[in-house]
């Protein structure tokens, strides 16, 4: 009788644990497609923004780069390789880990309020 019961939480464990999987799969394409064309709209209005001195239209163009890289960084790495390569950063720079994570749930939160 227990043994029917571990069986069937380990089969809701494992369910839960692959819809996890799939909305973090899902919040990945989603949050690259979006840095993708906050990169691409703010990208436009740079160009289309005739009175910015150059300093500031190459600032401008790093951040934009930079939400570029973010996208195509995202697009193209599974989840797997994201945490490997999140793991080996923290472990060799903590306290710009730090600083990262608090922007990206930064923009994070900034991406997931304009849903509403």
Do not use: F
Request: aromatic share 2%; no cysteine; proline share 1%.
């Amino acid at each position: 009788m227990s043994s029917d019961n571990g069986n069937v939480t380990q089969e809701r464990l494992e369910e839960i644990g692959k819809r996890l999987g799939e909305g973090a799969e899902a919040a990945r394409t989603s949050i690259a497609k979006r840095l993708a064309e906050a990169a691409s709209t703010i990208r436009t209005e740079i160009d289309k923004t005739e009175d910015l001195d150059d300093d500031a239209r190459v600032r401008a163009t790093n951040i934009v780069d930079g939400l570029d890289n973010a996208a195509k960084y995202l697009e193209t790495n599974t989840l797997d390789s994201i945490e490997d390569d999140a793991r080996e950063v923290i472990s060799d720079n903590p306290w710009q880990a730090i600083l990262i994570a608090l922007v990206l749930g930064l923009i994070v939160g900034w991406l997931l309020k304009g849903k509403d």
